[in-house]
């Protein structure tokens, strides 16, 4: 059964700002795929100009954008024809372009906010052995930084 491209695609989130851009004008699939390329040989070297690489990502992001959205191809052949994503930098930069959100900050945030939880559910879970020893360093800090200046005499 053939269903229309329209009905396939993915729709944007809420905080998917550039879910799917358009190709600036002048600019052609074709030229999109040159440059593709070129970052995939500059990938292949052996001391990578990273800087050009992010530059590469950023100019290709529409193109990108369209094939994984329209596409929907396996990692495997992301990974393939987009190496450079796969590298920490780039993931932190692709989230950027995709939400306008910095992912690290907004990582710790969130992981911030359910710090006291995790503690919680670390102490419960005693009988882990190098968690045992964390929680009680954790501990011993919390007991001397409460006890205050006049334990200290």
Known sequence: MFVPLDQRLKRAKKSEVNFLPDFPEG???????????AMVMEMKKRKVDWKQIGEMMGN???????EIVEDEPLVAQVKERWPALFREQQIEAEFARLTSVDLKSSFFTGLDQ?????????????????????MRCLDDEEDSSSAGPSSLS
């Open 27 to 37: 600019k052609a699939h074709s030229d999109f795929e040159m440059e593709r390329s």
């Open 60 to 66: 290709t992001f529409p193109l990108r954008r369209k």
């Open 114 to 134: 359910y710090l006291l939880r995790f503690l919680e559910l670390y102490k419960a879970k005693s009988g882990i052995v190098g968690l045992t020893r964390l």
